[in-house]
């Protein structure tokens, strides 16, 4: 899959950030019985501080916060700024008994310009964000035995065509898995909340966003172009293994090796 070369110019480039971090992270307990799942270490740095830094170094400068579990401690680890980026907050008190359909829609009018949406349990190499800076960009990777959850197909001109909800039965056709990395121009975002709205007004606050996504794309009404996440490491961090798998792609950088390469 490659990368389909658009020019782009610094004025749409994508500066605000929503992150997703309302969960009570069960599958990670005891880790998560006094703090948010976001603030798991990974090799003895919070989840939430790896993704602020790639942000920063990817020229972001606001940071929307969808809040619900153990909040307080999110808040008092952040504050209102950090490496330059200015953070607020959106809590969802019903965290225990909704889904992230009802964390994103609960951001809809903290919202007004273009944004990339992030899931605050991933762990990924900053580079990677380069290619999500732009509107309407989906990341993605080839779908690998050890993975499971939401897919998509892709045609030949690297556009979204189809979302699949997970599933071990086998297929023939070539899918990728969504990374829960996504990115928006205004006018997909205004699409997004009106079918959002509908949503939440039926009681389906249990759902997945990529229900209001998928649904979207196959009226021809949302359009993805897929930003492959293959080549450098990323992962998501649900369980304790998933954490064990982490800490093996990002080890923890001694400091005689931050000053070897510098030298």
Request: net charge negative.
């Amino acid at each position: 899959m490659t990368i389909t070369s658009e020019k782009h110019t610094n004025n749409n480039r994508i500066t605000t950030a929503l992150l997703l971090a309302a969960g009570t992270g069960s599958r990670l307990f005891p880790i998560t019985k006094d703090a948010p799942k976001c603030l798991t270490l990974v090799s003895e740095k919070p989840m939430l501080e790896r993704l602020v830094t790639n942000l920063a170094a990817q020229g972001f400068t606001r940071l929307i916060i969808v809040t619900g579990y153990k909040q307080e401690c999110i808040v008092d680890f952040l504050g209102n700024e950090k490496e330059g980026i200015s953070i607020e907050y959106v809590h969802s008190p019903l965290y225990k008994t909704t889904n992230n359909i009802y964390s994103l829609w609960m951001a809809r009018n903290s919202i007004k310009e273009p944004f990339v949406l992030i899931e605050s349990d991933l762990v990924l190499e900053t580079s990677l964000l380069s290619n999500m800076v732009y509107p309407d960009r989906m990341a993605v990777a080839k779908m690998q035995p050890w993975l499971n959850g939401t897919t998509v197909t892709i045609n030949a001109q690297n556009k979204v065509m189809q979302f699949q909800p997970g599933t071990t039965e086998t297929y023939s056709e070539t899918r990728y898995k969504t990374v829960n990395i996504y990115s928006f121009s205004l006018e997909s975002w205004q699409k997004i909340t009106k079918k959002l709205n509908q949503y939440i007004e039926e009681g389906s606050v249990n759902s997945y966003y990529e229900t209001v996504f998928s649904d979207l794309v196959d009226k021809q009404q949302l359009h993805f172009e897929a930003v492959s996440f293959d080549k450098k490491p990323w992962y998501e961090v649900d369980n304790i293994q998933d954490l064990a798998e982490a800490e093996k792609l990002f080890p923890v950088v001694k400091e005689e090796e931050i000053e070897y390469a510098l030298y």
